[in-house]
């Protein structure tokens, strides 16, 4: 079960970064981190809401809602370096960067703390890093090879933080306990949205920006910020349930298998092509992710 989960929240996050790297094309990442994150707010507001009415949510504890404010003052920042990179750059180069060092984070983690994966699985850790250079060293676009912010080691270093912050992510909602029900992403969100506003605000009176995602809306802007922080909430939700139900060694590695279902969408919608050092790059992590997957 906790593997099906597992699985089922790489597809969710994948595709919420998809919509969020659309979404950053068009408007700054900043503004819709904020609106994804302010959308999956409300929508956990209404869902405590709702589980409260029918008489099964569990009581908040310290720990909880502690564990949900260090993720919410994290989260914010991996998300928007990503959407940053993805709009930056090809989302075939920096969701699966990210990917792969959000898996290792977590497996380093389990580690340290006792658990002993098989020699395959420790060889699946090494080709994981390895794909990462592989992956990175292809072309930037063209008409980004004059910008600063668009070169491949701004990318690649990007999508490394990113990643780094999501598996600290990862690693903190491991610990939430058994019967946490959605406290620590409740207190999270609501951490998330404070900070982004107050960070924003600051940026914008430093450098006057528009807080909407865009000063005039574009086709489908806010449908794609809608869909990021909807799939976005969806898939902590259900990586919560996985933890409680898994190791997070296994679970935390197939949760970030999530660059498949991003690559596969910007195939399909955005005609995105691999090169073959991607492709070969692409191939190792899969194997990778998955050989950490079998402790």
């Known amino acids: 079960m906790a593997i099906l989960l597992g699985l089922l929240v790489a597809l969710t996050y994948g595709s919420g970064d998809f919509c969020g790297g659309i979404a950053s094309t068009r408007s700054r990442p900043s503004a819709v ?3 994804a994150f302010s959308i999956s707010a409300v929508l956990l507001i209404l869902a405590t809401v709702g589980w409260w009415v029918l008489g099964g949510l569990p009581p ?3 720990h909880d809602l502690w564990i949900g404010v260090v993720v919410g003052a ?3 920042v991996a998300v928007g370096l990503l959407y940053r990179g993805l709009a930056l750059g090809r989302m075939s180069v920096v969701a ?8 290792v984070v977590p497996f380093a983690w389990g580690l340290l703390h006792g658990e002993r994966p098989s020699a395959v699985a420790v060889a699946g850790a090494f080709a994981a890093l390895v794909a990462v250079g592989l992956i990175s060293s292809a072309p930037a676009h063209p008409e980004n090879a004059a910008d600063d912010d668009g070169t491949p080691i701004s990318l690649v270093v990007t999508a490394l933080v990113s990643g780094l912050g999501f598996g600290v992510v990862f690693v903190l909602l491991a610990q939430a306990s058994s019967d946490a029900g959605l406290w620590p992403l409740f207190s999270a969100r609501l951490v998330a949205v404070g900070l982004s506003v107050v960070g924003f605000a600051i940026w914008v009176r430093i450098r006057p920006q528009p807080l909407r995602p865009n000063l005039v809306p574009v086709a489908g802007t806010w449908a794609a910020v809608a869909g990021a922080g909807a799939l976005d ?9 996985a933890t409680q139900r898994g190791l997070l060694s296994i679970v935390a590695v197939l949760s970030s298998l999530y660059p498949a279902s991003t ?18 790059g692409l191939l190792l992590a899969a194997a990778g992710v998955v050989a950490m997957a079998a402790t």
């Open 33 to 35: 981190v904020i609106g």
């Open 60 to 62: 908040a504890t310290a």
């Open 74 to 76: 994290i989260g914010p």
């Open 96 to 103: 699966p960067i990210t990917a792969v060092v959000a898996a």
């Open 233 to 241: 909430v969806t898939a902590n939700a259900i990586y919560l349930s």
């Open 263 to 280: 690559v596969i969408l910007a195939r399909v919608f955005l005609n995105e092509r691999l090169h073959r050092s991607q492709l070969i």
